[in-house]
């Protein structure tokens, strides 16, 4: 089992440096000159310019360039944004600390509405499950601002539960995290539940009847390890989601974070944050998937070899 | 002790579904598309025409959306929007399909060095949240219409990748392509005749769900400002625009942004269902 | 005294409407072992689930009486059976690989019952769980507790399924084709366990497909059909002397040393027609074939020779390496060692060592009928473009000698365009063999093509391939585990273990009186119709 997990962790490795290797490839191969793809919107001088080639090695061959690179990296030095003149690895620092809030939040959320909607609708008549279908059908297709869009209609412009926007405190983080953990809910809820009634079905599911387990009994000690087995694997393909959606709702609710790092940096043509942020999420999908892929192989013993 | 009785012809129906629902969304999907084609049958007005004085009425008999903070009629600017979703939508679809689809067959049917190394990449690509991928793209680019469509075809080629290798290895290996081997089929008949059809039947249902999901991000990127841009009727941009007006009339984003949401959601359904009826039958 | 479970005109619908079980009446006895026979869709399962209650949500159950230990069961509620299952009646299905929950250990599953309805003390219940393995002979109790299903052999998770249903010690014991999934020498084993349950005072209730498995350890049989009991009585008398003419058909549809060159889909005995075998002729020549799998020796040193209209059965349990030697024999995987040739004499063909380009126009040659027909079509396919696949006709031409070829199997014109899966298990099969005779081979290797089947229908296309054989002169490389089919079909027969020939010879002399260890101690597994339980 050792062996897998080291295979594991080792993928997940050259996935990352996969990533920041298209990152660099991304940065020195768009067209035109990297030294106007790193000035971009931003103030443009002579001084600047000599700047970003000292700090890039141009002169140095590819090679050493590329290593260098890599080198900076480990050491968590994502470079410079020339058009805020500040480096980057402060622009980020200072902004993720809402966005990994937002997203902890959003997670547990997360959790909470699609076990807790599968449980409930598991095996129920049709209307139920109808409805459920339907609701969850619906928060499904609906983009992420418009939820938010929606709640915040509701909950704070009608109602004044919530606050409009900002990060002042806790409150602020509800609107927002129920805004990405509907949609996310929803869809795990739907894998949740398909998985709950396969395992039901399963002949493992008959004969723990026959001992005479009641339907709760059946439902957590049994079919809910297997329902968690494709939720697990899709893990790692929700934290992307989770992180593309929540730099749309930062703006919905005009929340401080890595979104409004993003966006603004696109804007201006910042290279070199646009690259930091994507790389970083990257790191963290990596992290989690890998995490999750470990959680696979203790949930079913079936994979451990012996 | 398995003699297996005769599946009846009709597909097992999946419960949940609302099979009520599906003529209403095929209905719905109709009208998106005139919209998007001929929105001139809809709607009269033009969508850009801005009316100061009439500016953020509720929704009324003479503007069935109400009006916008510039006083135009929301309900034909949503009609003329349909078309930029409709558009973005299918053609970074049918790209990513394109890309996606060639790259996984290649993967799964290629000697072992080519699929680790397509697979590799389709994991890194899949590595970065799509919206983010997309906006990496488009920070290369300009925001607008083309970068838009590029950027979503690149953030979901790669999902579509790995579905068409995964289809491939485990077609490669089925009963009935080892039985054509019999057969003395050459290599490449057989990849042509029972491997290919096989891999790519399921793609086109695949593609109408995924079709959904594309119109969401496209319209999430425009409402971050990277689509179209303004005054274009798109309906993420028009959301983007009467955000700051919600207080007040709430009509403006709402509603375009609830003709967004119907629309998936019949995609959606009538790609599920469509699946659940192929389903049976593989 | 009482009768433990008490059946009277039991009706079991499903939505559709689909009457499973129509009116079926029968008592059991406590300490009698008594049998469930019958076909798929003749409602034995149905009826013996209903008994605990667990034939489904769907399942409209009438009677009128249902009685379980004294009890009335009639108006029972999901509360009431919970109370009853697994104290008055334990339930064991078939395949413990899916009937125990492959996450949970071994351990946790036997011991279930006991916390389900709260005996003994929590601490004392692995003590109890390792005494419960070992009555059901599992060596190594508490190891084998802590380990997981699939980590045991298919015999060892049978028994582990078996200790489960007996821990809270219920009166009756439900086996729903508790043996099906394994091997003839562990499926033996496990009877044997069924009757030493019997002869510790439990009640057993066996259904089965299988007579010959029945009339190892019942003392009653009800033969079913269609959701109804056709006949019952003591297992001696109904195998002897049957009354209704289903349970002929059934009797008379399993294929024995005995069967050999009779008709086994008809009732009166019907000679098959005089097959023309060619010694002389030698269509498939195998010399010294080897093939490993990394470490694994899974074939070791197999030689044989097919002739002209001769059928050579191989026969052995699961790992014996028989499905390998057909892969190789079908040129479908290339030995590490060896030889096989194709014909005889001047226009032999190397048909190993090759390359594909120059086996392919010789493919045709030898085709496969597998267990699995549907997996071997082409999802998207037809019965027509199946069938025709392999043709070299084109056209109208084409066309037509499909029909011819489905005529040929018992099907029809109007199949040609139906789809597989909307055929029966038995048409499917016929499929397969229209599609396999096409291309008119030499060789046809059927990979255990009816073990799939139930009884009747196996009769059926056992049948047909002897009427194919006799006409065409096809040579039959005949893969089963199953020695009956084996003994009926086949001349000359090797018996396989763990890779190597260990016997080989005409089937007759190799049955009767085998030379090596192995092939005595398969011989002696198999539960044949004569050995009949003697009553306890």
């Given at each position: 089992m050792w062996r897998a997990v080291l295979r594991r962790l080792g993928s997940g490795a050259v996935v990352l440096w996969a990533a920041a290797t298209a990152a660099y490839l991304a940065l020195h191969l768009a067209p035109g000159d990297t030294v106007d793809t790193l000035v971009g919107d931003g103030p443009d001088t002579p001084q600047i310019r000599a700047q970003i080639a000292a700090d890039l090695g141009l002169d140095r061959p590819a090679v050493v360039q590329y290593v260098a690179y890599l080198w900076r990296l480990l050491h968590g030095d994502f470079g410079r944004s020339y058009v805020l003149q500040r480096p980057v690895a402060d622009i980020i620092a200072s902004q993720v600390w809402p966005t990994v809030k937002l997203t902890l939040v959003a997670s547990a959320f997360t959790v909470l509405i699609a076990v807790g909607l599968a449980l409930v609708s598991t095996g129920r008549g049709r209307w139920v499950r109808g409805l459920v279908s339907a609701l969850e059908l619906s928060v499904v297709s609906a983009p992420g601002f418009l939820i938010g869009v929606l709640l915040l209609s509701v909950f704070s412009f009608r109602l004044g539960w919530f606050p409009v926007s900002g990060d002042r405190d806790a409150s602020a983080l509800v609107l927002p995290a129920l805004s990405l953990a509907l949609p996310l809910g929803g869809l795990l809820s739907q894998v949740i539940r398909e998985g709950l009634e396969r395992a039901l079905d399963e002949p493992f599911a008959v004969t723990a009847r026959s001992r005479g387990l009641t339907r709760q009994a059946l439902l957590w000690r049994h079919a809910l390890r297997h329902a968690l087995l494709p939720a697990v694997t899709l893990a790692g393909t929700l934290i992307g989601f989770l992180l593309s959606a929540a730099v749309v709702v930062e703006r919905v609710f005009g929340r401080p974070g890595l979104g409004q790092v993003a966006t603004d940096a696109v804007g201006a043509k910042d290279i070199p944050v646009v690259l930091a942020v994507v790389m970083l999420s990257a790191a963290i999908y990596v992290a989690l998937s890998t995490v999750a892929d470990l959680a696979y192989l203790l949930i079913d013993p079936r994979l451990r070899k012996g | 002790m398995d003699v297996t009785l005769p599946v009846p012809a009709a597909a097992p129906a999946r419960p949940g579904r609302l099979p009520a629902g599906l003529p209403i969304a095929g209905l719905f999907l109709a009208l998106v598309a005139v919209a998007a084609v001929a929105p001139g049958l809809l709607t009269h007005t033009d969508p850009l025409a801005a009316d100061p004085m009439a500016a953020?009425?509720?929704?009324?008999?003479?503007?069935w959306f109400g009006t916008d903070q510039l006083g135009r009629d929301v309900f034909t600017r949503t009609v003329y929007g349909a078309r930029y979703s409709l558009f973005i939508g299918l053609t970074a679809t049918l790209l990513s399909v394109l890309a996606g689809g060639v790259l996984g067959l290649l993967a799964g049917l290629a000697p072992r060095a080519v699929d680790e190394a397509i697979s590799r990449a389709l994991d890194v690509l899949s590595s970065f949240p799509e919206v983010l991928l997309a906006l990496l793209f488009i920070a290369f680019t300009e925001p607008g219409t083309p970068s838009l469509i590029l950027a979503i075809a690149l953030a979901f080629a790669p999902r579509y990748g790995r579905i068409v290798r995964a289809q491939t290895l485990l077609v490669r290996r089925a009963g009935y392509v080892e039985q054509a081997v019999t057969f003395g089929l050459s290599r490449t008949r057989l990849a042509w005749r029972h491997i290919v059809p096989n891999v790519l039947g399921p793609l086109p249902i695949l593609a109408t769900i995924g079709l959904g999901t594309a119109i969401v991000n496209a319209s999430a990127l425009s409402f971050l400002g990277m689509g179209p841009q303004p005054p274009s009727p798109e309906w993420g941009a028009m959301l983007s625009e009467s955000r700051n007006y919600l207080r007040v009339a709430w009509w403006s984003a709402i509603l375009p942004g609830a003709t967004l949401t119907v629309t998936v959601i019949a995609l959606t359904a009538v790609g599920r269902r469509l699946q659940a009826r192929f389903e049976g039958r593989r | 005294m009482a009768p433990l479970l008490s059946v009277q005109d039991l009706h079991v619908t499903f939505p559709g409407p689909v009457h499973a079980v129509r009116g079926v009446s029968f008592d059991i006895e406590p300490g009698e072992c008594v049998a469930l026979v019958g076909e798929s869709g003749s409602g034995k399962s149905v009826t013996a689930r209903t008994l605990v209650g667990l034939a489904g949500p769907a399942a409209q159950v009438r009677a009128a009486r249902l009685t379980l230990d004294g009890r009335?069961?009639?108006?029972?509620?999901e509360r009431d059976w919970r109370r009853l299952r697994g104290r008055v009646a334990g339930l064991v299905l078939q395949d413990a690989l899916v009937s125990l929950d492959p996450l949970n250990t071994v351990g946790a599953e036997v011991g279930e019952v006991l916390r389900a309805h709260g005996i003994g003390r929590p601490a004392d219940r692995p003590v109890r769980v390792a005494e419960l393995l070992s009555a059901v002979h599992v060596p190594d109790p508490e190891e084998r507790a802590r380990q997981?299903?699939?980590?045991?052999s298919g015999g060892l998770r049978q028994r582990a399924l078996i200790a489960s249903a007996i821990a809270a010690d219920p009166p009756l014991l439900i086996a729903d084709?508790?043996?099906?999934?394994?091997?003839v020498t562990v499926q033996a084993q496990l009877l044997d366990l069924l009757a030493e349950r019997r002869a510790a005072g439990s009640t057993v209730l066996l259904v089965s497909h299988d007579l010959a498995v029945v009339s190892r350890i019942a003392d009653r049989v009800l033969v079913m059909r269609a959701g109804e009991i056709v006949e019952q009585g003591p297992t001696a008398q109904v195998l002897a002397a049957p009354a209704h003419p289903y349970t002929r058909l059934l009797l008379a549809a399993v294929p024995t040393a005995e069967s050999r060159g009779r008709r086994l889909s008809v009732t009166e005995p019907e000679p098959l027609p005089p097959r023309n075998v060619e010694p002389d002729r030698i269509v498939l020549s195998a010399t010294g074939l080897h093939k490993w799998y990394r470490t694994r020796h899974a074939v070791d040193d197999v030689s044989f020779t097919l002739a002209r209209g001769e059928t050579l059965g191989v026969v052995g349990e699961s790992g014996s390496g028989k499905t390998t030697v057909a892969r190789i024999a079908l040129g479908l995987v290339e030995p590490s060692a060896g030889t096989i040739r194709l014909g005889?004499?001047?226009?032999q063909v190397d048909?190993?060592?090759?390359p594909e380009r120059r086996r392919r126009p010789h493919r045709r040659r030898l085709q496969v009928i597998a267990q699995d027909p549907l997996s071997s079509f082409d999802p998207r396919y037809t019965v027509e473009r199946l069938v025709g696949e392999p043709l070299l006709e084109r056209g109208r031409a084409r066309r037509d000698r499909v029909v011819e070829l489905l005529e040929r199997v018992g099907l029809g014109a109007e199949h040609l365009s139906r789809h597989p899966r909307a055929l029966s298990g038995g048409q499917r099969q016929r499929v397969a063999i229209a599609r396999a005779i096409g291309p008119r081979p030499d060789v046809l290797v059927c990979d255990e093509p009816v073990s799939a089947l139930d009884v009747s229908i196996q009769a059926q296309v056992l049948d047909l391939l002897a009427d194919l054989q006799a006409a065409d002169g096809t040579a039959l490389l005949f893969i089963s585990h199953d020695l009956g089919v084996i003994h009926h079909v086949a001349d000359r027969v090797l018996v396989m273990h763990d890779g190597r020939v260990v016997e080989q010879g005409p089937v007759t002399d190799v049955f009767t009186a085998p030379s090596h260890e192995y092939t005595k101690s398969l011989l002696a597994a198999v539960p044949t119709l004569d050995s009949v339980s003697n009553g306890t």
């Open positions: - | 953020l009425q509720a929704p009324s008999a003479a503007h | 009335d069961t009639l108006g029972f509620g997981y299903p699939h980590q045991l084709e508790p043996t099906t999934a394994l091997d005889s004499g001047s226009g048909w190993t060592g090759v």
